[in-house]
């Protein structure tokens, strides 16, 4: 006897966003989360134009009003305009704790089921189904879903007894990140010196966000003290920030790793528990957020018994995830290499003020330029994709009638007749590759009237 579906292990923006899919696409889903509450503070503050559009096309944007945006991010610390054909370009700036709570508002809502305080110290996978240990308050427990999901982050259990195999390179580098508030310092963004490079970010509510590295600084295992914060500041800025009242401090590292499967059988990862890099300009979040958007329809079909897609979502995100973690690895060298890299990022620089440069970067860094296949590419958001159905653009209607209940349909957008997946990609054209019918078959499964 199952007790659901899919068991979705940790309740971060990638575990919460996939359990809404899910539920979109009628698949029943048990969201585990090891700590009991939600955490008050927020690693991640930025949202690209992409995941902005994934946000919009499931009306996820409606309830956080107008939020704060920046036209420019960078490469490696150099100034990038983000300036692209979209609703949303530039970066976004959402607290990690406002994601998630509006994700798990969304989720729930829609009737996922997320249990805090459980913490997840077995795995098991059998012909049929996957077996979950672990505890919580009332004791051990056992749940048994028909496939699990391990969204629980860099040091993920699910990975661990899973089994994944997690090839990549140990740190080399040591950052000190920080939410203080007290202190009256200027905003920074990525502000060399010659012992280290400093970032600074005054929120609205007074709270200055602080992101440094000392040049040649190593990971020391250890969480950072208040005192090797505001000396570590003072080496590299000259400045005084030891009146501050720190809310947050951490540490963080260069680490680069990812699995070398997606996929195991029955048990799947995405975000940071499939890939570990360094959360260069936002990046972690926005490929965690787009790995559950991605699965999420096409797991929910394999669980209605519609088609197997399975494979597919290793074949797609695998080769995204490699090449943002090579993007974020150039990144690193310009950004935390001492003064010898100088020669290099001025170049660099010249390089980045050619347009083609620009726009391939830009579109790199927003996931605006992510394609899957050959017709792959994104739509901007349409309200009929809020269902999270697949639709159909124009095109013939009598045809994809059978499978009215998983495709809706809608007027074209300007560029013929298209098939839409559920995550906003495109899956046919018509006229390009195929018929109609048998890209519906592929993507959505067998005609109803035939089975």
Known sequence: MRDTSVIVVGAGPAGLLLAGELRLGGADVIVLERLAEPVTESRASVLHARTMELFDQRGLLDELGTLPNLPMGHFGGLPLDLTADTRYPGQWKLL?????????????????????????????????????????????????ADYVVGCDGEQSTVRR?????????????????????G?????????????GLANAYRYPDGTTRLMMHEFGARPQGT?????????????ITGEDISGGAVVWLNAFDDTRRQVAQYRKGRVMLAGDAAHRQLPTGGQAINL?????????????????????????????????????LANIAAQTQL??????IEPVRTVM????????????????ISGLGIRYGDVGSRIPP???????????????RAVAAPWADRVEFADELGFGSALIRPDGYIAWVGGTCGTLEAALRQWFGADRRTT
Request: glycine share 10%; charged share 30%; with cysteine.
């Open 349 to 364: 620089a010249e390089l980045m003020a050619m347009e083609p440069v620009r726009n391939h970067l830009a579109e790199m």
């Open 161 to 181: 007894l899973a089994g994944f195999d997690f090839p990549g390179e140990d740190a080399g580098r040591e950052l000190i990140r920080a939410d203080i508030t």
């Open 96 to 144: 990690q704790t406002r994601t998630e709570a509006l994700l798990e508002r969304w989720a729930t809502g829609l009737g996922a089921r997320v249990r805090r305080g459980f913490e997840v110290t077995g795995l098991t996978e059998k012909s049929d189904c996957v077996e979950i240990s672990g505890v919580e308050v009332s004791g051990t427990v056992v749940l048994r």
């Open 382 to 396: 349409i309200p009929a994709l809020r269902t999270g159905k697949g639709v159909l653009l124009g095109g013939d």
């Open 183 to 195: 202190i009256e310092i200027p905003n920074r963004k990525f502000e060399r010196h010659p012992r």
């Open 288 to 324: 965690a957020l787009q790995d559950a958007m991605n699965l999420g329809w096409k797991l929910a079909a394999q669980v209605r018994g519609d088609v197997d897609l399975l494979d597919t979502y290793h074949e797609e995100r695998h080769p995204v995830g490699a090449h943002v």
């Open 223 to 235: 969480e950072p003290t208040r005192q090797q914060l505001v000396d570590t500041w003072h080496r």
């Open 335 to 340: 950004l935390f290499s001492d003064q010898n």
